[in-house]
């Protein structure tokens, strides 16, 4: 992995939403999520890269980034990673968090960069976040994002909205 002194820099969706919507890339769009390249400190090209950050762990600092972005509080997004709130606050801002959190944490960042792209605009998001949807026996969107299969569950909702055939 390269570090971003060598490679393009990112910014964060929180700092510059306009840049955000101009990146094309996959792994760009995850990078603005979790808060830039600052915040990462490395490149992410493909999903061996993200393998490897999941393993590294990635910094407490990007939780209040994601709750940022979901309008979420802290007590909330410890409930998505399953992880006591205490916890949380006892570590950091540059403390790695564990696998099962950093691996969770790049699921929500895939689905928040999923849901602007269908979308439209990290705004329409949050709200469809909040609704109750359906599809998903009238419960929302947000509640689902606390497990692997719950975060392909809304990929897959959003994909079919993508589609029309939702």
């Known amino acids: 992995m390269k570090n971003y002194s060598q490679e393009k820099y990112i910014k964060s969706l929180v700092s510059e939403p306009e840049l955000f919507y101009g990146l094309n890339n996959k792994y760009d769009r995850i990078i603005s999520i979790l808060g830039g390249s600052a915040a990462i400190g490395q490149t992410i090209n493909n999903d061996i890269d993200l393998i490897e950050i999941t393993r590294k762990g990635l910094p407490k600092s990007v939780l209040q980034t994601i709750s940022n972005i979901l309008s979420i509080s802290m007590e909330k997004m410890s409930e998505l990673l399953h992880v006591s709130y205490r916890t949380i606050q006892r570590k950091s801002d ?19 960069s999923r849901g602007i792209e269908v979308l439209g605009s990290i705004e329409d998001f949050s709200i469809w976040l909040r609704k109750e949807i359906r599809a998903l026996n009238y419960a929302k969107p947000l509640d689902f994002l606390d497990t692997s299969f719950g975060t392909g569950l809304i990929k897959d909702t959003l994909g079919r909205i993508e589609q029309g055939v939702y």
Do not use: C
């Open 94 to 112: 540059n403390d790695l968090l564990n696998v099962y959190s950093t691996e969770q944490i790049l699921e929500i960042a895939e689905v928040i």
